[in-house]
């Protein structure tokens, strides 16, 4: 996407994957220190990082991308926006290492209030994108950065809490070990082919969304958020797969 040809509306930085990793650092540092004061245990400094690492990962291969295809452009409102998302992101990750209904009684939702608002949130930039004129290829691609890692750290954290099964996972890591393939085989030479248009694409995201919500919140249950993470494992799964035997030209 090429900015369009309204004023675009830019904050008073310039695109970068090091610019918008400070613009990511200062909420998440006000939100981590004020999870551990509200006593959240120590041991979850470890998850914050692995999660703020991958939401660190997610702003370069998105700031890199962009800068490729349109050069340096601004920070919009709407790309601030999405790294706020990125910031919850790695407030999540607390949860890859604490049992999200194991913490002291104000912070039960507060892993499913972090997910609601990295995933969630796709909704919110996007209009702001729209709304404002300021659409940008910077904007596009950390959103798409941040929708997957975002993916990945809930399925893990509602993994690791008990509230999904173990294959549960293959929905965080599909889109990662899809991107990879695809980037080895452009390495390699190999052609690779446009995904057609699935009406399934999206109700199985917006379903995935949902069952991880409910996996990281108080309610339901865990056996029913297990029955419910296992139900949208299978067709993500196979929906991967046949996209993937689409763009290798397999089918």
Known sequence: ???????????????????????????????????????????????????????????????????????????????????????????????????????????????????????????VDGAVARATGAVTELGAELDVEVDGATVLVGAAAAVVSGAAPVPFLAVGLARPLFAYGLRRRRRRGLPTHDLRPSRLRRPIGAATMVATWLALSPVPDAGLSRALTAAVTVPVAASFVRDWLVVSGRR
């Open 1 to 123: 996407m090429a900015p369009t040809d309204r004023v675009v509306r830019r904050l008073p930085i310039e695109g970068g994957w090091l610019p918008l990793v400070a613009l990511w650092a200062v909420p998440t540092g006000l939100g981590a220190a004020g999870m551990f004061a509200a006593g959240l245990p120590t041991a979850a400094v470890g998850g914050v990082a692995l999660a703020g690492t991958a939401a660190v990962a997610a702003i370069r291969v998105a700031a890199g991308r962009a800068r490729e295809a349109a050069g340096v452009e601004p920070v919009t409102a709407a790309t601030a926006v999405t790294t706020l998302r990125a910031s919850a992101l790695a407030l999540l990750g607390a949860y890859l290492v604490v049992d999200p209904a194991a913490g002291p009684s104000a912070s039960d939702w507060l892993a499913g209030g972090l997910f609601a608002v990295a995933a969630g949130g796709d909704a």
